[in-house]
């Protein structure tokens, strides 16, 4: 009885993971900043500056790209972050523009981050929402709340699949209470709008 070969094998295995290790932390810290240009570009819309969001946007479309051709197909699990990231971006870029959502093949996006990045998506329109309701923008206000809940609704069948599409049952939740939020404060803000309508008519 001797362990030389399982040692041997136990070398080499080590040697391996110790590879895909390094590779992985790279990968990890090299995508931090696809995930900040996107956290930039979501700022930027939110400020009415989609021009500098489109700009960044596509640049962090550009590094998924360098990224996907230079990376081991092992490794990949470690892209969704940052894929997401760009779906929720890109998604909430199009939908402020009155353009179509983009599809997962247009993106170049794996299903599982095309998924998510729809799910955080909810929690930008929620926040334009406001922003419009506070501005007085009632009419935008309605048109983005329907196609919000719209999305939410397309997305619901995916809790059935959380053990492949990892937290999107949690997100989904998440997403279901904005939702009602958002609605009862939209609701709320017509009604208030409708009596100072009624009331100015009838001091005329």
Not at 67 to 94: C, H
Request: aromatic fraction near 6%.
């Amino acid at each position: 009885m001797s362990l030389k070969d399982a040692k041997a094998s136990l070398s080499k295995i080590s040697k391996s993971l110790e590879k895909t290790q390094d590779s992985r932390e790279d990968l990890i810290k090299n995508t931090r900043q696809i995930i900040t240009l996107c956290s930039e570009s979501i700022i930027s819309i939110h400020r009415n500056d989609t021009k500098n969001a489109a700009v960044k946007i596509q640049s962090a479309k550009r590094l998924l790209e360098k990224f996907r051709k230079e990376i081991d197909q092992s490794l990949y699990r470690y892209l969704i972050p940052s894929e997401q990231e760009f779906v929720e971006a890109s998604s909430f870029l199009a939908i402020i523009q009155h353009k179509p959502v983009p599809t997962f093949e247009s993106l170049k996006v794996k299903e599982e981050s095309y998924v998510l990045g729809l799910l955080d998506c909810v929690g930008e329109l929620r926040r334009n929402i406001y922003d419009r309701i506070r501005t007085g923008n009632l009419e935008e206000a309605k048109k983005t709340f329907d196609l919000m809940e719209d999305l939410y609704l397309e997305l619901y069948p995916f809790a059935s699949f959380d053990k492949v599409v990892k937290e999107a049952r949690r997100k989904l939740d998440v997403d279901r209470i904005l939702v009602e939020e958002t609605r009862t404060a939209l609701t709320e803000e017509i009604r208030r709008q409708e009596l100072i309508d009624t009331i100015k008519k009838i001091k005329k």
